[in-house]
């Protein structure tokens, strides 16, 4: 399998979840670094760092049904960057019913350049039945709730001591991959489209972050019975 272009001076900082019956829910974020390279023991320490700041940010926008369960830091300058994995139990507070566990919030993500295939997004599995104004779109204070909520993660997180020398700095979109092979199936004789790497990585500058008033879903995480 080949291997995706190296992401000088990037961390990618994964946010495990827990929702219901699912414990394998994810939310990647990308981060610049500065400073010294990490260390396992830096990744370690900054990937404690996010789960604090993350569980500050997360808790109170997260019913009971949702929880924070480990943030793991790797940093993508090269394939032997180093990584490391903080575990924990932050549970949501969050009044009100729990939404169905494929319901999410949407973070849009923008950047100043223009590329084709959409824009960069995050989706978190925030918000209460109480939160929704109805079928398809948040309330205006639980979408105030999450702005307010973003810019402290932000603040809290770039405004963090180095770690081992390893400073965290900015959010950043990462575009790894341009164009597609098309791969044929030699028993079934269809084609499909697969995703190739692009000879480097693109790294883009989050200026601005907002949630998206309308409901989002990661249908994956619907459980299906046999």
């Known amino acids: 399998m080949p291997s995706p272009p190296p992401a000088a001076n990037v961390l990618s900082v994964v946010f495990g979840f827990t929702i219901g ?9 990308h981060a610049l670094w ?14 404690a760092n996010f789960d604090g700041d993350g569980a500050t940010l ?15 830091v790797q940093d993508l300058t090269s394939l032997s960057g180093a990584s490391g994995v903080y575990t924990g139990v932050d549970t949501g507070t969050r009044a009100g019913d729990e939404l169905p566990a494929e319901a999410c919030l949407i973070m849009n993500h923008r950047i100043a350049r223009r590329y ?7 989706y978190f599995p925030w918000g209460a ?16 709730a999450v702005e307010t909520g973003w810019a402290t993660f ?20 990462l575009g790894l991959h341009a164009g597609f092979t098309a791969v044929t ?29 309308k409901i989002g879903s990661q249908r994956r995480r619907q459980l299906h019975s046999s």
């Open 21 to 29: 019956e699912d414990t394998s829910a994810q939310v990647k974020l």
């Open 58 to 72: 997360m808790e109170p926008l997260m019913t009971a049904d949702r929880i924070l369960t480990s943030v793991t």
């Open 154 to 173: 932000l603040t809290d997180t770039a405004g963090r001591a180095a770690v081992d020398g390893t400073k965290v700095g900015v959010l950043v979109s």
């Open 129 to 144: 039945e109480s939160d929704l104004a109805n079928a398809q779109t948040w309330t205006v204070p639980f979408l105030d």
């Open 116 to 122: 084709r295939g959409g824009k960069p997004r995050s």
């Open 185 to 213: 199936n030699p028993i079934t004789g269809r084609t499909r489209d697969v995703p190739k790497y692009s000879a480097a990585a693109s790294i883009d500058p989050i200026t601005l972050s907002q949630p998206n008033s």
């Open 34 to 47: 500065s400073g010294t390279t990490p260390t396992t023991a830096a990744c370690e320490g900054i990937a």
